[in-house]
């Protein structure tokens, strides 16, 4: 015989999920601060015990046998490469970003492919109407029967409208307004984000259909709900970039089929988002040689070498303490490279605002920027420019020695590529590489030896 349910409070952590008895400042779990919020959950009661099953098919993992699982394209070359080739069928899909940054807009035209291709989609927005959504599909040409849109949130409705419609693909935007009437919790609660995100996934992977979930992100620029709904889908992207800006990035933070790390590069228009073929050349702008503080570095995200401009700028402080602000570049690694300069290189910064930027828009955390960081800052300190059509690549260690970078042949591919005519790298990276037509190849071991090498 079955009890009464009862309801109680719990403290969950906004955070990572994590539930409590009690209320605190700190999540002992994920380390966050007050990051724990009070809810109410119904919990019920059952005088029934645990039954004990045994009838799940286990096997030896030499002896499992499987078959190649075909993947579906979505039209956009590059979103395919961000996901190993394409959508794998009853994969579970995360994709966060800021508001008007271009989710719902790439939503729809993954949807107006796989429509034109004779699969059904199925639009379920909590956040607007149907109609809204239709309007953004019209200006972006989507205007396919086999794109159904509905302006649902209850749990049951999705479900029932996933078995009338039985689409190829379900897209929910967004996931923070799934409400599951079942849970006494409001919603976008931690409960229902994470209640009602993993009852959907499981029902489309048991239905075969691939989901794709929209997310808020906060104001640090994690996914808004607990940390477990990155950990219950299949691939989690990032969309990255200045909203004013007409590019944008998608970065792959988990991917169960592909690599991750990976990112593709976008341009946002009238019709939507259409790939970058060259990303290095869009970085990469044309500017007079004789420009001191900027130097071209290059990063590799994923398996894509990057040629990227840094730009930096010292100049005498104005108030009692001087000013780092870095945009695109780690704040704490800059700091990091301001003391190795005035320790090793004796170049002084204590009375200099020093800012950085990373030109386009990217957020880059590849150590192998720290040189030319360096050497654009020597260069906005000496008012001397760096070597025109020349490429800087090293990490700096504490001790001002150039430490080697991976990657090194496709770094120096891509400069050679866009016709840079001189690569600044280190030493330990020379051992054992044959010489590169077309290009100088200059090692250094320590930063004292950079500025006879980078500037003019």
């Not at 489309?204 to 104001?219: E, Q, W």
């Not at 007409?246 to 970065?251: D, H, K």
Request: hydrophobic share 40%; charged share 25%; aromatic share 6%.
């Amino acid at each position: 015989m079955k009890g009464k349910a009862t309801d109680r409070t719990i403290f969950v952590c906004s955070a990572c999920g994590k539930s409590f008895s009690r209320w605190m400042g700190k999540c002992p779990d994920c380390e966050e601060w007050n990051t724990i919020i009070e809810e109410k959950v119904t919990v019920p009661r059952s005088s029934a015990k645990t039954k004990v099953m045994d009838d799940s098919e286990v096997y030896a993992i030499n002896e499992c046998r499987f078959e190649s699982v075909p993947m579906t394209p979505t039209g956009l070359a590059e979103f395919d490469h961000l996901l190993g080739g394409g959508i794998v069928p009853a994969s579970s899909i995360l994709i966060g970003g800021e508001p008007g940054i271009g989710k719902s807009t790439l939503m729809l035209q993954v949807a107006g492919y796989l429509a034109a291709i004779g699969q059904t989609t199925l639009y379920l927005t909590g956040e607007e109407s149907s109609q809204q959504v239709a309007l953004r599909g019209q200006r972006l040409g989507v205007d396919n029967p086999n794109v159904k849109v509905a302006a649902v949130r209850e749990l049951p409705q999705v479900y029932g409208l996933i078995n009338k419609i039985d689409p190829q693909l379900v897209i929910i935007d967004s996931v923070q307004t799934l409400y599951d009437p079942a849970l006494e919790s409001a919603p976008g609660t931690v409960s229902q984000i994470r209640s009602s995100a993993a009852e959907l996934i499981d029902f489309c992977k048991r239905a075969d259909k691939i989901l794709i979930l929209v997310g808020h992100i906060t104001k640090d620029g994690a996914i808004a709900g607990p940390k477990i709904l990155e950990h219950l889908v299949d691939v989690v992207l990032y969309f990255e970039g200045e909203t004013h800006n007409l590019f944008r990035i998608l970065r792959v933070r988990k991917n169960r089929f592909g690599p991750a790390s990976e990112i593709g590069i976008f341009q946002i228009g009238d019709t939507g988002l259409t790939a970058v073929a060259n990303p290095s050349e869009l970085f990469l702008d044309e500017y007079p040689d004789d420009i001191p503080g900027r130097a071209v570095v290059t990063a590799v995200e994923g398996q894509r070498p990057l040629l990227l401009e840094i730009q930096a700028l010292a100049s005498q402080t104005n108030f009692g303490f001087p000013q780092r602000v870095s945009a695109g570049y780690d704040s704490k690694r800059l700091s990091l490279m301001l003391a190795i300069l005035e320790k090793r290189q004796k170049t002084l910064f204590g009375t200099r605002d020093v800012f950085i930027n990373l030109a386009g828009g990217l957020k880059i955390d590849d150590p192998s920027l720290d040189l030319g960081l360096m050497a654009a800052l020597i260069s906005s300190v000496e008012e001397i420019p760096v070597q025109p059509r020349s490429v800087i690549i090293g990490e700096v260690g504490l001790s001002g020695e150039v430490r080697a970078v991976p990657y090194i042949e496709r770094r120096i591919a891509e400069a050679l590529k866009l016709g840079f005519e001189k690569v600044i790298l280190p030493k330990k990276n020379l051992k054992g590489m044959k010489p590169v037509k077309g290009i100088a190849l200059v090692g250094i071991e320590k930063i004292q030896e950079l500025a006879k090498a980078a500037l003019l």
